[in-house]
C-alpha cells in the first residue's frame, strides 16, 4: 500500500536553521584528538555542541555572502574560511557499535555502521560523485503523530508521521578519505535513483577465547575521528517509509560535518582499554 501525498497530514516544515544551533553553549570548544587522552575524554564532544561550534567559527569570519555577491566576493570568502577552519585539529567522537562473537574466529566483531546518503539533491558535497558514507552520531524525534490513511483501492490503515533531526558525519569512500581496510560491506544494495545504496561496517575484530568471551560483562565503545573540509557543514532531507503491517513516513532533517575520518577505534567501556586502531592512508 503506497502512501500518497494527497493522504498525508501537513507536516510542521523543517526550520532553515542547523538543528545544532538550538540550546548550545556559546563557551563550548571542542575536545581534540589526542592519543594520549583516555576515551572518556571525549564524552564532552556532544555533536549537537560541536556542530553549533563549527558554525560560529565560520560565521566569525568577516563578509558574508548573499544574492548581491559576486563570484569574487565568493572565491575571496571561501578562501578566509578555509584560513580560518585550517587551524582546526581533528575531533573525536564517541560513537555507537555494535559486537557480536564469532566462534570460528575466537573473536568479537565490533562494528560500526555507514550507510549512504538517500537525499537525491545532495550536490554540495556531491554524494554521488564522492559516493558519500553516513556516520549518524545523534537523531532526536522532532514531531510524531498518528493519522487514518486510506489507497486507491478503499483500504484504510493508521499511519504514523516522525520528524527527526539527525546530525552525522559525510565521509568520501576511498583509502585517503576512511579507514579502507577496516570496512565490510553489508548484505543489502538498492537502486535508489541516480546511485546504488548501500551501508556498510568499519569492523573491528577482537580476539578473544570462548571462555574469557562468556565471562566478559563490560561493552564494547567506539570513536570515530575526523578532520574537517570544505564546506564543513551541509544540510540534507530524507525520508523512510513502510507501506505494510505498520505504515510509516520518517522525514530525516539532517545536518553533516564533512572531512575525512582519520581513525575508527574499539575500546573497553569498564576499563577503557584501546583494543584497535584503523588509520586511513596519508596520515
Known amino acids: 500500500m503506497a502512501l500518497s501525498a494527497a493522504n498525508a497530514p501537513a507536516q510542521t516544515p523543517a526550520k532553515k536553521t542547523s538543528p545544532a544551533a538550538k540550546g548550545a553553549d556559546r563557551s563550548f570548544a571542542p575536545v581534540h584528538w589526542d592519543p594520549a587522552l583516555p576515551p572518556t575524554a571525549y564524552a564532552r564532544n556532544d555533536p549537537k555542541q560541536v556542530f553549533a561550534w563549527v558554525k560560529r567559527k565560520i560565521d566569525a569570519v568577516p563578509g558574508k555572502i548573499d544574492e548581491f555577491s559576486s563570484s569574487a566576493d565568493r572565491e575571496a570568502n571561501a578562501a578566509a574560511v578555509a584560513a580560518a577552519m585550517s587551524a582546526v585539529a581533528p575531533i573525536a567522537f564517541l560513537t555507537k557499535c555494535e559486537a557480536e562473537y564469532d566462534a570460528e574466529r575466537q573473536a568479537f566483531m565490533v562494528k560500526q555502521k555507514a550507510t549512504a546518503f538517500r537525499d537525491i539533491l545532495l550536490k554540495q558535497p556531491n554524494a554521488e560523485a564522492l559516493k558519500l558514507r553516513k556516520l549518524v552520531l545523534r537523531s532526536d524525534v ?106 510509516s513516513l520518517d522525514v530525516f532533517y539532517g545536518t553533516g560535518l564533512f572531512g575525512r575520518l582519520d581513525r575508527v577505534q574499539v575500546y573497553d567501556k569498564a576499563n577503557v582499554k584501546i583494543y584497535a586502531t584503523h588509520e586511513r592512508d596519508g596520515l
Not at 548501500?198 to 578532520?227: D, H, L, N, W
Open 142 to 247: 522532532i514531531e510524531s503523530s498518528k493519522s487514518a490513511t486510506q489507497n486507491a483501492y478503499g483500504a484504510r490503515s493508521m499511519v504514523t508521521y516522525t520528524d527527526v533531526s539527525e546530525l552525522a558525519l559525510g565521509v568520501p569512500s576511498g583509502a585517503m578519505y576512511e579507514p579502507a581496510g577496516a570496512v565490510v560491506r553489508g548484505n543489502y544494495t538498492a537502486t535508489v535513483m541516480p546511485y546504488a545504496y548501500e551501508f556498510i561496517y568499519y569492523t573491528t575484530a577482537v580476539a578473544m577465547p570462548a571462555a574469557e568471551a562468556r565471562a566478559k560483562k563490560s561493552q564494547f565503545g567506539c570513536i570515530a575521528v575526523v578532520s574537517l573540509e570544505a564546506p564543513y557543514l551541509f544540510s540534507y532531507e530524507e525520508r523512510e517509509s513502510t507501506t505494510r503491517i505498520a505504515p
